[in-house]
């Protein structure tokens, strides 16, 4: 058994996916409300592989959102990602996802110091951040959509916006390592873990995001931004790629302008119909087929029989990581999403 545990991207969408689903009493609670909600299963999941193996799964909804890091309710969203796990783990799930900011949340507050939650004594290796497939998703995306929209990338530069995090640390090594991608971009705010990133790979300047957005041609986006940035699409190249790979997004609006392409990244699609109701819930374009990339990574884990922490830790992703979980996908029928 899989699971996947999830949270909505800000109040307003949790407002009105209560309001959906039939619960108009939760649709007008406030954030305090959520802060004191449980975790729940909301979600029973059957996925088939295309070899014919089926595997049966379950979504947790932690109940965390966006806003409560926004206004330093920090305790609160560490007692709802611990909360989610060890109710992941008390309903037998081998290997669970920590979807969104789930596992940020418990890289950046060190969580594997709280292993008790109440009578359960969690195991880790029941648990991976899903970052693995997620960045290998993405370079495909990059590798992929930049021939789509006529990029050629041993001409072309790529800003990583949030290069030093645990996904775009490992885009970075990705594509220093496995295309001839021309120039690197390092986009973050810590300067110390900028320069060891630029050291490890050895090229790569580092800039800050206003300085990069002229100079790009692909834009990678995988800071973990509890709202996303406004930018000028007047201030881009053309063409110009931007994959999007933040949960929530990194970019506030919708760009709509000429030679600018906008693609949802680290999601992918499944070849056969999904049967579950949660990706409309998050407004995937195509619900029954489009996921996330983290959560497709259990749904590997489990069709190989991996009951283990594959991606855990940060900055730990390594290229061949990358190949072996990119084996699986392919060969359980899930391919990246496209423009
Ligand atoms: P990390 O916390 O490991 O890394 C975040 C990175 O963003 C760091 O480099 C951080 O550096 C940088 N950053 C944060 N805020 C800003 C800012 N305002 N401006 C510039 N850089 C910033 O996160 P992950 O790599 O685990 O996740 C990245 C994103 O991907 C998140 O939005 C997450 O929700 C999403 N995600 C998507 C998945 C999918 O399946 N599609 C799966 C998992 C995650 P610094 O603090 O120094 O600025």
């Known amino acids: 058994m899989f699971g996947l545990i999830g949270h909505l991207t800000s109040l307003e969408h949790a407002q009105a996916v209560a309001r959906e689903l039939g619960y108009p009493e939760y649709a007008d609670q406030g954030l305090d409300f959520w802060c004191s ?7 029973h999941i059957t996925v088939t ?19 409560m890091l926004a206004t330093r309710r920090i305790k609160t969203a560490v007692r709802k990602i611990l909360n989610a796990m060890a109710h992941a783990q008390k309903h037998g799930i081998n290997i669970t996802a920590l979807g969104g900011f789930s596992s940020i949340i418990f890289e950046n507050f060190k969580l594997e110091q709280f292993q008790q939650v109440r009578n359960i004594k969690l195991e880790f290796e029941r648990f991976t951040t899903g970052n693995t497939h997620t960045a290998y998703v993405i370079c495909k995306q990059v590798e992929q ?3 789509q929209v006529g990029i050629n990338l041993s001409e ?11 996904i775009g640390s490992a885009v970075c090594r990705w594509l220093d390592a496995k295309t001839d991608v021309k120039d690197l971009i390092l986009i973050a705010r810590n300067e110390q873990r900028l320069l060891a ?10 800039m800050t995001l206003e300085a990069a957005l002229p100079l790009a041609d692909i834009i990678v986006w995988v800071a973990s931004m509890p709202k996303g940035v406004e930018i000028d699409p007047k201030s881009l190249k053309q063409p110009c790629l931007l994959i999007d790979g933040g949960y929530p997004k990194n970019l506030a609006t ?14 992918v699609e499944h070849s056969l119909d999904i049967d579950w109701k949660i990706m409309q ?16 990574e259990s749904m590997l884990l489990e069709f190989e029989k991996l009951h283990t922490n594959f991606s855990w830790g940060r900055n730990q992703i390594t290229v061949e990581k990358m190949d072996r979980i990119g084996r699986m996908s392919v060969k359980h029928g899930f391919r990246p999403l496209l423009i």
């Open 37 to 43: 909600a449980p975790p729940q299963i909301v979600d």
């Open 281 to 296: 819930i998050v407004n995937m374009d195509v619900p029954a087929r489009q996921l996330f990339a983290c959560f497709a």
């Open 145 to 147: 959509a930049s021939k």
């Open 156 to 166: 072309a530069t790529v800003a990583v916006c949030g290069a030093t995090g645990d």
């Open 254 to 267: 919708k760009i709509q302008h000429p030679g600018v392409y906008v693609l949802n990244g680290g999601i």
């Open 49 to 67: 592989s295309v070899t014919g193996q089926k595997i049966e799964g379950k979504y947790v909804e932690s109940c965390f959102l966006p806003e």
């Open 197 to 206: 990133l630029q050291a490890e790979l050895g090229r790569g300047k580092i």
